[in-house]
């Protein structure tokens, strides 16, 4: 695809309508709520599509980019929680007391079909962008003929392993869960084993239809909007293109739409004062400490470690003599080690919810432990911290060889299996304290990897200024939709003074 500097609009010619539309969990919703923004600040007129929980979290941003002008606003969906047999009031994945309401939980996610198509039928757009697990997103309304872009949730190079994978089966032809196989058809010699794939690539596995559905939405979308940039993985950028034959538009990192002021301080927490109180805290402790020498430690919304492995970690950390910030979820969390007695002043311990972005990007953080999902991966890009990579589950530890084996911008921490998601209590230990220990020393003294990382951040900054690669590449995704014969569906011409007016009142 031929990047363009074009951006949205000029002289009589309206702003593209858009409608951005991601999966009900943090991990989805919280980089297209940075996506809708981004676009709306290069001229889009953006609606963002979330359930009322997910509204609630990410409303913050939203509400001050359109209070500053951006065309943008946020239309919230009641989830049909009752029709697919959901109890709780669950609006989110990472909301799910256990793996068992998953099922009725994606029930739910896809009775949203039919009030999307009637979201587009009252209030047609110029574009939809929709995550690439919602197939429904791509077929709604289909006589309105609006272009659809699907977003991919990964980046690049997993998406060409996924594929790879599951078209060629390399996994079938080796005798153990540990003998390594070549992953064929890619740019570069990328060798996986059994235990560290995706469940979802081994036939019968419940989350199977998951990956599949991407293979659905290929004969609809118009391309591919990933939330990565040039710098990163252009030869996987370019390869995807080619094995999909859909222009594929890397427009990230997208967490950079967010200065160093409220929207970083908010992010995936709206407005609520215990989260403002909670940020300041963190980043208090951080002022207190040198340079580079704290460990920022998150597993992302969905990791749930058996209580053996949390001890593990936690007596690893005490152990490593390094100061860090521990971030464990705020549900069905194992007793945690006496961090404060393990490790006094060296370690704190966070419940629930941290500001990532604004943590990253403290000059105190000198390194990354994380499962490696892809938002994280690329916020840890662009703040250049290195990454302790320990994947869990799904397309992470492909995530992983990216970092490690091409990008070089982390190490391993040496986790050669992972958990099924919703059965982690039978997993065991994974990797031990010995091994956290080892890996966070070596990481915080490590230069090399320091000068690679933040070379990377560098990058990964330019590349969304102003003639910077995913710059370009935003404002020709805009120029393609303003293409002639692009804006000929009922109600998105722009000259419909009522039907914009409906549009605006969302």
């Known amino acids: 695809m031929r990047p363009s500097s074009s951006v949205a609009s000029s002289g009589d010619t309206a702003p593209p309508r858009m409608y951005f539309i991601p999966f009900p969990t943090p991990g ?9 923004r981004l676009f709306a600040s290069r001229g889009a007129d953006a609606t963002l ?11 913050g941003p939203v509400a001050r980019a359109a209070a500053a002008g951006l065309r943008i606003r946020i239309h919230a969906l009641t989830l049909p929680a009752e029709a697919a047999g959901l109890p709780g009031g669950h609006e989110s994945a990472d909301d799910l007391p256990n793996r068992e309401l998953a099922g009725p939980f994606a029930i739910a996610v896809d009775l949203l079909g039919p009030l999307f198509t009637d979201l587009l039928r009252r209030h047609p757009a110029d574009a939809v962008v929709f995550d690439g697990v919602l197939p429904w997103a791509a077929t709604a309304a289909p006589e309105l ?9 990964t980046g690049c190079f997993a998406l060409s392993v996924q594929r790879s994978l599951l078209l060629h089966s390399p996994q079938n032809g080796v005798a153990s869960d540990t003998e390594p196989f070549l992953v064929p058809g890619l740019p570069d010699a990328v060798r996986l084993t059994r235990s560290r794939l995706a469940e979802a690539t081994f036939p019968g596995a419940d989350s199977r239809e998951f990956l599949n559905r991407m293979f659905d939405v290929e004969r609809a979308t118009s391309g591919w909007v990933v939330n990565s940039f ?6 996987y950028i370019e390869h995807y293109e080619k094995i999909t034959g859909k222009p594929v538009f890397a427009v990230g990192p997208v967490c950079l739409v967010n200065g160093d002021g409220a929207d970083t301080l908010e992010r995936g927490r709206g407005g609520e004062e215990a989260a403002a109180a909670e940020a300041a805290r963190v980043l208090k402790w951080l002022d207190t400490k040198p340079a580079r020498s704290v460990v920022y430690v998150c597993f992302g919304s969905l990791t749930r470690f058996p209580l053996e492995e949390v001890s593990e970690l936690g007596m690893g950390l005490a152990d490593s003599g390094s100061n860090f910030v521990w971030l464990v979820g705020d549900k069905n969390v194992p007793p945690l080690p006496d961090i404060d007695a393990a490790a006094p002043g060296r370690g704190l311990v966070v419940r629930g919810w941290a500001p990532q972005v604004a943590v990253l990007r403290h000059a105190a953080v000198g390194a990354f432990v994380t499962h490696c999902g892809w938002g994280t991966v690329t916020e840890a890009a662009a703040a250049g911290v290195p990454v302790l990579a320990w994947p869990v589950f799904a397309e992470q530890f492909y995530n992983e060889a990216l970092v490690v084996g091409l990008a070089g911008t982390g190490v391993g921490i040496g986790a050669e299996r992972g958990y099924v998601w919703g059965g982690e209590a039978l997993g065991g230990v994974v990797v031990g304290r010995e091994a956290v220990v080892e890996r966070m020393r070596g990481a915080l003294a490590d230069v090399a990897l320091r000068r690679r990382a933040g070379e990377i951040g560098g990058r990964a900054r330019r590349a969304v200024e102003a003639g910077g690669s995913s710059y370009e590449v935003v404002g020709a995704l805009l120029e393609d939709l303003l293409r002639p014969g692009r804006r000929s569906h009922d ?12 549009w605006m009142s969302l």
């Open 49 to 59: 599509v979330l359930t009322h929980a997910n509204a609630a979290r990410l409303g």
């Open 491 to 502: 109600g998105a011409s722009g000259r419909d003074t009522r039907r914009a007016a409906d």
């Open 230 to 235: 040039a710098d990163l993985e252009q030869r």
């Open 145 to 153: 003929g609006i272009p659809r872009y699907a977003f991919t949730g």
């Open 28 to 36: 989805h919703a919280l980089p297209m709520a940075d996506l809708a």
